[in-house]
């Protein structure tokens, strides 16, 4: 496994309690099935609806696995994640 996916391992393991226990499974799922960009963007996704940060949130961090999994270019569930990305990290940096 790569350092990619542990980090995403463990930014999922960070949003239990954060997100609904439905949409943590719906994101193990795709992880489990090697769909990593799907479990990333579905992640993130969820935490926009509730407008929560894990703990030791590092917008940096997130930033860059997002652009790892390609996701500042091509993405499944919406069409608009990365501007909607980049607006949710903006929040968390002015709160």
Do not use: C, Q
Request: aromatic residues 16%; charged residues 30%; hydrophobic residues 40%.
């Amino acid at each position: 496994m790569n350092n990619d996916n542990e980090r995403l391992a463990s930014y999922i393991s960070a949003s239990e309690g954060i997100i609904s226990s439905d949409a943590i499974e719906e994101v193990r799922h795709f992880y489990e099935h090697g769909e990593y960009e799907m479990s990333f963007e579905g992640l993130v996704i969820e935490l926009m609806k509730v407008r929560k940060y894990p703990n030791n949130f590092n917008l940096n961090e997130w930033r860059e696995l997002a652009i790892s999994y390609g996701l500042n270019k091509e993405t499944v569930f919406d069409g608009e994640f990365w501007v909607k990305f980049r607006n949710w990290g903006v929040l968390f940096e002015n709160r």
